[in-house]
């Protein structure tokens, strides 16, 4: 059994990239369950568009990879810093660096399935097998006449995933009344709209052709046309159509099997063109969908004018219409949601865990980079990541082999290719050590422009496992790489104990 206490960080406010620093006290005297506390991060959009237009926005965090700018970025991305400690005890752990060795370890420790469905708790959405975009910025309404909206997006980001510690039951009637400090990345966050028009931010999805729900090839058309973009077929809309007095009736060439396959909502901005007709902007205000038929109809904002007053429009198409823009993102407050076991067992006297220290080097570019390093005496895996120099999260060096020597002893026979069977072995090695099982070996981020993850941007990390000894050890790590290391990070799994 569990109570729930939110518990207000003390700085309040707005957070911003300058203001980014958050504390909260943990009272003295409740069993705080870690593995299921979080911090809730509150989030919302300002579009900048007038009331009443809704266009599919999200968050996105730019230059996580070397010129990669569309990452699939999990909440853990917001997390710079974090200390932990308790009055009685004093430190318990102080991580540098926590969303470069989170973002890049987490691809091994979960499948394509569980990184998809880390979704609704991270920064952005992400195009789905349909070829659809979502937002978790945006409630969309694609059916009748209510007007999508947008929403506020709570981003949670567990304290296990923060923490080593994270996975325990804390006493705080024990170790005292505690404070945990984070230092948050709120770099480099901009809005990021898809599905817009397609020689803006839509990225090309207007002009697919899709042979979905439509067995008659000569009724093909893009997705959403109202006739087609080439020379298939010919959308035509009637005089009465265009001229009804609730606004212009648009039936959609292409069937849609559900509404789940639509890419139309209600406040959707979008842009018609065609023949005999004035090209406009409009406002879809109502959709109809008929199960039976599958067919769309969209209502829109306005008549369209026909140009010769008589005739029917014929090849009309459209496409979606880009934000305004100007809009920007608030993160208007930090919370710790904490989890209080109240099932009566008691808290254990002493827990043990792990937790990282780390070093962070920097080069000059060098393909053939040398270092010796000393380690912890508790420490029992080492975690190597390599971001290139325009990247800010992402492991991304183009590594082409590596060696790794432990008290001036070679841990493998040869060197290690990157991406290699031997590479994986040394992964796996560390994970198991951890009492963790490799699950994903694609060494890929999820981009929210596309929906798969093979082929994507490249995320790989270097581990190797180390002895517990009574003084510290000797770490000598040898990198080759085609561009060139500019920075390394170093991270050292030690063991503590509370």
């Known amino acids: ?19 980014n620093l958050v504390d909260f006290r943990i009272p003295e005297g409740m069993k705080l369950d870690m593995s299921k506390s979080y911090i809730n991060v509150n989030t919302e959009i300002n579009s900048g568009d007038p009331a009443g237009k809704i266009h599919l926005l999200n968050l996105i965090k730019n230059g996580m990879g070397n010129n990669f ?43 394509v399935d569980q990184l998809r469905s880390e979704d609704f708790k991270g920064l952005n959405g992400r195009k789905d097998e349909t070829g659809l975009f979502g937002s ?22 567990p304290l296990s995933e923060i923490f080593g510690l994270g996975e325990s039951v804390v006493d705080t009637g024990r170790v005292g009344s505690g404070n945990l400090h984070l230092e948050l990345d709120l770099n480099n966050l901009v809005l990021y709209e898809r599905q817009g028009a397609d020689a803006g931010a839509g990225f090309g999805y207007w002009a697919l052709t899709d042979l979905r729900s439509q067995v008659d090839p000569a009724n093909l058309s893009s997705n959403g046309s109202v006739g087609t973009r080439t020379n298939a077929t010919t959308g035509e809309v009637s005089l009465a159509d265009a001229t009804n007095a609730g606004g212009a009736l648009l ?37 109809l969908y008929t199960p039976a038929t599958k067919a769309i109809q969209l209502t829109l904002d306005n008549v369209i004018t026909i140009t010769d007053g008589t005739n029917p429009a014929t090849g009309v198409s459209l496409t979606g219409k880009n934000s305004a823009g100007g809009g920007s993102v608030s993160f208007n407050s930090a919370q710790l ?15 043990e865990y792990k937790t990282f220290t780390s070093e962070v080097d920097s080069s000059n570019a060098m393909t053939s980079y040398s270092r010796l390093y000393f380690v912890e005496p508790e420490c029992s895996n080492v975690l190597i990541m390599t971001p290139l120099a325009g990247s800010s999260i992402l492991s991304d060096l183009d590594v082409v082999n590596y060696r790794i020597r432990v008290n001036g002893e070679e841990t493998t026979n040869r060197p290690v290719p990157a991406q290699h069977p031997l590479h994986y072995d040394r992964i796996n090695r560390v994970l198991l050590n951890q009492d963790k099982t490799l699950k994903n070996i694609q060494e890929r ?36 790489s085609t561009t060139g290391l500019t920075k390394i990070y170093l991270y050292k799994e030690v063991q503590r104990e509370l």
């Open 337 to 351: 949601v904490a989890y209080e076991d109240t099932s009566g067992t008691p808290a254990p006297d002493k827990i």
């Open 136 to 157: 978790p910025y945006v409630d969309f309404i694609k059916e009748g006449d209510t007007l999508s909206k947008y929403k506020q997006h709570d981003i949670r980001i």
């Open 445 to 480: 981020v999820f981009d929210v422009n596309g929906a798969g993850i093979s082929g994507s941007h490249l995320s790989a990390m270097i581990g190797e496992t180390v002895p517990l000894t009574n003084s510290q050890k000797q770490f000598e790590v040898e990198i080759n």
């Open 1 to 19: 059994m569990n109570s729930i206490t939110k518990i207000n960080s003390v700085q309040g406010g707005v957070l911003t990239s300058t203001q």
């Open 69 to 111: 700018n569309h990452a699939n970025a999990p909440a853990i991305t917001l997390v710079k810093n974090a200390s932990l400690n308790f009055d009685n005890v004093g430190m318990v752990e102080d991580i540098r660096d926590v969303n470069i060795l989170k973002c890049n370890s987490r691809n091994y420790e979960m499948d």
């Open 251 to 287: 039936t959609m060439t292409r069937l849609y099997d559900s509404l789940e396959e639509s890419p139309f909502f209600n406040g959707m901005e979008i842009s018609v063109s065609g023949n005999n007709m004035t090209n406009a902007d409009f406002t879809v205000v109502n959709i």
